[in-house]
Structure formats: structure tokens, C-alpha cells
């Protein structure tokens, strides 16, 4: 079991940069891929971004990418996510999530999530 805690979101303006953490309970965390989601009002959650167990392997969505780093310290039990050149359409809830199988972006292979954190970026 994986409890997972998201923090570090907030208002901010377009350009603008904001770092989120998730800190992940439990010994097993460095046996988990980590991802990133998000969900905006009246949208799908969708995803942002994803890391191997090592952090050796990234993936990211073509939204973000170039613009959006995935990162993790396994001897902290954390995965970050900094976000540059923020758009209004960043603004979202964002989630981490755990897998036991495979940095992917589909939801569904994600075994744990976290309550999420509001990032809002205005024009």
C-alpha cells in the first residue's frame, strides 16, 4: 500500500513557473513508476507525465513537454514535477499516481493516487 500527498500548487501568472512534490508513504516507493495527471473542470483527467522506477525512462504529453519536468528522489520517497511557461490551460487539478507495473500514461495502469493539488495560472 502506497499513500501518496501532493502539495505545492497555487495561483500564479501565465510564464510563470510552480514545482510540485508528492511524498509517497512506505519503504517500497523506488519499486513504483510515478505519474503525473490532470484534471480541469468539465474535462477528463488526462495525462501530464511519467517516470520509471529509476528515473532513468520519462514520458511526457505533447502539451507539456519541453515546457514540464518529471523528476524523483527515491531516498526521499518523492516525485516532482516543475512546471515553466505556464499557459491558462495548465490550470488544473494535478494528481500523482503509483504503478506497479509501467511508467504509462493511461489512468488505468495506476494502482494509487493522491487527493490532488489546484495549480491555477491566469492570462
Known amino acids: 500500500q502506497v499513500q501518496l500527498a501532493e502539495s505545492g500548487g497555487g495561483l500564479v501568472r501565465a510564464g510563470d513557473s510552480l514545482r510540485l512534490s508528492c511524498a509517497a508513504s512506505g519503504r517500497t516507493f523506488s519499486s513504483y513508476a510515478m505519474g503525473w495527471f490532470r484534471q480541469a473542470p468539465g474535462k477528463e483527467r488526462e495525462f501530464v507525465a511519467a517516470i520509471s522506477l529509476t528515473g532513468g525512462g520519462t514520458s511526457y504529453s505533447d502539451s507539456v513537454k519541453d515546457r514540464f519536468t518529471i523528476s524523483r528522489d527515491n531516498a526521499k520517497n518523492t516525485v516532482f514535477l516543475q512546471m515553466n511557461s505556464l499557459k491558462p490551460e495548465d490550470t488544473a487539478v494535478y494528481y500523482c499516481?503509483?504503478?506497479?507495473?509501467?511508467?504509462?500514461?493511461?489512468?488505468?495502469?495506476?494502482?494509487?493516487w493522491g487527493q490532488g493539488t489546484q495549480v491555477t495560472v491566469s492570462s
Open positions: 499516481a503509483a504503478s506497479r507495473w509501467t511508467y504509462s500514461s493511461r489512468a488505468s495502469q495506476y494502482d494509487y
